[in-house]
């Protein structure tokens, strides 16, 4: 099966440069360059040929297969594509693609470097050292950030920019104990960031009662979304096809900024503590109301019977009671940390209180 993968791969790879050529850095064969592999047996064969054109040397059959061969034993299976495969099939396809470019430390460095990424944004796994050795803790990073398929496609996109030399790569400097801080200079940009990682792109999942979606924007829930017209015009649509649609990520932006960061006051409570904030627009997005509910069933827990301030409702509306509360809450000792955690403890019970088992994994690696 996983030899399948590599010939698919390898179709891949050669589908713009197939055969012989020669260029700047000197006889190419199916992307195998002589200068960087003069090891691999096909050069033999091609330097029978009294005449070395294209067409001469393209009929030589045997010369496919062993180039087949060299990329299998001399990059898929050294980086590692094999075990990768098991993860994600595409991830494996342009590592080896990458690898076959840029070299093979480059190409485990370059998805090392898109993994953390999104390091800032997981709290499941830490920076990982840049340094082309794709281990346990890498393998399981990735494992992470292929859980949905927003993420996976940022993956993707930062895997491909890095071979292409669209975005400058810099080592992550990693210390021995790793601050948990992070500085938000923009509350909602950082929300709808960290939140976007987890809504995923274009789904039609009967099973799902939001039906069609795109970007976690449900059309049974908000049918009047302007993106509705813009996706209806197209004659496929699929995550693909509808990521290429640049007037749409506008359009989920704003959306999400007005029917969620200002209809739930995050923006009011991000002036009291952005994280407290940016929990509650997460909460919001995957559960609708029930995310302030959350917010304020966290409140009455921390109010010790109702000695520090009195019990709220817990109806999802949040007015001024519920700011008061929160900015009352956060000018206790500790009580910034509690609220955020106790948020994060009504989720993961709201979760949990939930029977379709099916997207448990997604749902707890929100809290």
Same mark, same amino acid.
């Given at each position: 099966m996983f030899e399948r993968y590599f010939d698919e791969a390898f179709d891949e +790879? +050669?589908? &713009?440069?197939?055969?012989y050529s020669v260029i700047d850095n000197g006889e190419v064969f199916s992307r195998i360059v002589r200068k960087d592999s003069p090891d691999w047996s096909g050069w033999k064969l091609i330097d029978q040929e009294t005449t070395k054109t294209a067409e001469t040397i393209n009929d030589i059959a045997a010369l496919n297969e062993l180039a087949r061969s060299y990329l299998f034993n001399k990059v898929w299976t050294p980086v590692g594509c094999e075990t @990768?495969?098991?993860i994600d099939t595409t991830i494996a396809k342009e590592l080896f693609i990458t690898a076959v470019d840029i070299g093979k430390e /480059?190409? !485990? @460095?370059?998805l090392q470097h898109a993994i953390n990424a999104k390091v800032e944004y997981h709290r499941a796994f830490k920076a990982l050292v840049e340094d082309g050795i794709f281990g346990d803790a890498s393998l399981t990073a #990735?494992? @992470?950030c292929c859980q949905d398929q927003v993420r996976y496609e940022h993956l993707r996109k930062d895997q491909i920019a890095y071979r292409r030399k669209d975005i400058e790569t810099k080592t992550i400097e990693v210390a021995k104990e790793p601050s948990v801080k992070v500085e938000i200079s923009d509350p909602f940009e950082y929300a709808y960031v960290k939140t976007g990682g987890h809504e995923g792109g274009y789904a039609n999942n009967p099973k799902d009662p939001g039906a069609e979606t795109w970007a976690g924007i449900a059309r049974s829930k908000h049918p009047s979304a302007k993106i509705w017209a813009i996706i209806d015009k197209q004659p *496929?649509? &699929? &995550?693909?096809?509808l990521?290429? @649609?640049? /007037? #749409? /990520?506008? !359009? *989920?932006k704003d959306f999400y900024y007005n029917e969620f960061w200002l209809k739930f006051k995050c923006d009011k409570i991000a002036s009291i503590h952005p994280p407290i904030a940016i929990e509650l627009y997460d909460s919001c997005v995957n559960t609708g109301g029930n995310g302030a509910k959350m917010l304020q069933r966290a409140l009455n827990r921390l109010n010790v019977n109702q000695t520090l301030w009195p019990d709220i409702l817990d109806d999802g509306g949040v007015g001024n009671i519920t700011l008061t509360m929160v900015a009352k809450c956060c000018s206790t000792a500790d009580g910034k940390d509690l609220l955020l955690a106790c948020q994060n403890g009504e989720q993961y019970a709201y979760y949990c209180g939930l029977k379709d088992h099916e997207y448990w994994r997604g749902w707890f690696n929100r809290t």
């Open positions: +790879l +050669l589908f &713009t440069a197939k055969g @990768i495969s098991r /480059e190409a !485990l @460095i370059a #990735l494992q @992470i *496929v649509k &699929t &995550t693909k096809t990521s290429a @649609i640049k /007037e #749409l /990520e506008p !359009l *989920v």
